[in-house]
């Protein structure tokens, strides 16, 4: 995973980011590692051109991205958003539902709806805890939408539940 929240990409510049994926995606085909890499950005058109990896980087296998942050979009915003995005990604999508950083939260109807469209293929959830969302959408999984930890201190019992994996800042 690269680009992610946990660490400084908001201070990035494009340069810097082609930077940090670049080494990223060398050293992950060194060790024949798939690549995730953020493409949060401040709304629908930046995320939707920043997944669309280039070609030399082949590694890119999924892209996570964020509700855009600061616009606080409805519900019907939010799914407009990852659509456009999904549709513009050569990557699948994973929907990083982390609520205290977008402003907006995804509750599991949202996030089940989300999962439903072409080329959305999970969610890093990221909610500071375990919440009654989380356990609806563990409750009655999808085969083709992954529920990833987000937060390192809830991985062991969302695992327990059903999660998929996780992806962690002490990873």
Not at 15 to 34: F, I, M, N, Q, Y
Not at 75 to 96: K, Q
Not at 118 to 123: C, D, F, N, R, Y
């Amino acid at each position: 995973m690269a680009l992610g929240t946990s660490a400084e990409v908001a201070a990035l510049d494009e340069a810097e980011r082609d930077v940090v994926t670049t080494v990223c995606a060398r050293v992950c085909g060194e060790r024949g590692a798939p690549l995730t890499v953020g493409a949060g950005a401040s709304g629908t058109r930046a995320a939707g051109a920043a997944v669309a990896p280039p070609a030399r980087w082949p590694q890119v296998r999924a892209a996570l991205v964020t509700v855009p942050p600061f616009v606080r979009p409805s519900a019907a915003g939010m799914a407009a958003h990852f659509a456009r995005v999904a549709e513009a990604s050569a990557v699948p999508l994973v929907v990083y539902h982390v609520p205290y950083r977008t402003g907006r939260p995804l509750d599991a109807s949202a996030l089940r709806a989300l999962g439903e469209l072409p080329g959305v293929a999970g969610v890093k959830y990221a909610t500071g805890g375990i919440d009654q969302d989380a356990v609806a959408l563990l409750g009655e999984p999808s085969a083709d939408f992954a529920f990833l930890a987000g937060d390192d201190v809830y991985l062991s019992p969302l695992l327990v539940l059903g999660a998929a994996g996780g992806v962690l800042a002490s990873a």
